[in-house]
Nanobody, 124 residues
Framework: VQLQASGGGLVQAGGYLRLSCVVS????????MGWFRQAPGKEREFVAG???????TYADSVKGRFTISRDNAKNTVYLQMNSLKPEDTAVYYC???????????????????WGQGTQVTVSS
């Protein structure tokens, strides 16, 4: 399984970006998908997750600003990021796993497959 994340960039505070993550293979529907981020000197942290049926969960820091979605026909998960803040600056990673249970969606250790990351920089 390969994950390819894209869509990062440099944006001013208050702006928006949409990240995409394309997953190889025919079993995308079976994966729970997550977005994580890691800022310099910090641990990787959960941002958002989406279940096989489309249910979503978010970190408190992004609730109301970020939206995760999936398009099973395109093997793609998206992260729409609005009202960006400088503290959102990080490398963003997508992750996938087919054996995850819903309560462990926020845990990086629950995912077997990771994308390469895409840099998001928000200037003040």
């Amino acid at each position: 399984v390969q994950l390819q994340a894209s869509g990062g960039g440099l944006v001013q505070a208050g702006g928006y970006l949409r990240l995409s993550c394309v997953v190889s293979g025919r079993t995308f529907r079976s994966y729970v998908m997550g977005w994580f981020r890691q800022a310099p000197g910090k641990e990787r942290e959960f941002v958002a997750g989406i279940s096989r049926s489309g249910g979503s969960t978010y970190a408190d820091s992004v609730k109301g600003r970020f939206t995760i979605s999936r398009d099973n026909a395109k093997n793609t998960v998206y992260l729409q990021m609005n009202s960006l803040k400088p503290e959102d600056t990080a490398v963003y990673y997508c992750a996938a796993d087919s054996n995850i249970i819903l309560t462990t969606i926020p845990l990086p250790s629950a995912y077997d497959y990771w994308g390469q990351g895409t840099q998001v920089t928000v200037s003040s």
